[in-house]
């Protein structure tokens, strides 16, 4: 199956709750990449975590990766309605190739 | 800064006619960008990497001969999809990473090229 595989497909939440997705994958990486994508619009850096790098913080935004697990975390703290969006994980292998998760679907009911 | 720009945002055209996507980046230098594709509520396929001055390197099961990729300078990558056929309707997205940056890693992506062949 493919590379960067994202759960859950779709998870919805109410303003305030915190927000959990997760990313799997099946080879060794450089880096894995978390994006975020509106509706019918193009992708949106989020956060950048190394293969040597356990946790990363960025604003309300936490991602973990367990490289013995090959899998990562995304979590956003105190969600918005304006954080309703489709989320990516993608991982960084050689030759710069990113490799894109299936995405999580996140609404946030105000 | 790192903005990178696709020309047009959409496009409709008949099958049997190619059409071009123009991805630039506007405020800084590419050697390398990529070119996705992405069909409603998937995700994002790699289609091919586009290095300035030489040719592309295509991903396994995408035709060459058509997309057409050309990556003339540092800041212009262009994709033509020849012949279009309505399988080929899909939102083509393109990145771009800054060469000189010490984010090398991050890539930086365009708004998307809707494209829809009747």
């Known amino acids: 199956s493919q590379q960067g595989e994202e759960d859950p497909q779709a998870l919805s939440i109410q303003e305030g709750e915190n927000a959990t997705m997760n990313c799997s994958y099946k080879?060794?990486?450089?880096?894995l990449q978390w994006y975020r994508q509106n509706s019918g619009r193009g992708l949106v850096h989020l956060i950048l975590i190394r293969s040597n790098e356990r946790e990363k913080h960025s604003g309300r935004l936490r991602v973990t990766l367990d490289t013995s697990k090959k899998s990562s975390s995304l979590l956003i703290t105190a969600s918005r309605a304006a954080d309703t969006a489709s989320y990516f994980c993608a991982t960084e292998t050689s030759g710069s190739r990113l490799t894109f998760g299936e995405g999580t679907q996140l609404t946030v009911n105000p | 800064g790192a903005v990178v720009s696709q020309h047009p945002s959409w496009v409709i055209c008949k099958s049997g006619t190619s059409v071009k996507i123009e991805c630039r980046s506007l405020?800084?230098?590419?050697?390398?960008m990529f070119w996705y594709r992405q069909f409603p509520k998937q995700s994002l396929m790699l289609m091919a990497t586009?290095?300035?001055?030489?040719?592309?390197?295509?991903e396994q099961g995408v035709e060459k001969d058509k997309f057409l990729i050309n990556h003339a300078s540092l800041t212009l990558s262009t994709l033509t999809v020849t012949s279009a056929h309505p399988e080929d309707s899909s939102f083509y997205i393109c990145?771009?990473?800054?060469?000189?940056?010490?984010?090398?890693?991050?890539?930086?992506f365009g708004p998307g090229t809707r494209l829809l062949v009747l």
């Open positions: 080879t060794s990486i450089n880096n």
């Open positions: 405020d800084f230098q590419a050697t390398t």
């Open positions: 990145s771009a990473r800054d060469l000189f940056t010490v984010s090398q890693e991050t890539q930086y």
């Open positions: 586009s290095n300035e001055g030489s040719k592309a390197t295509y």
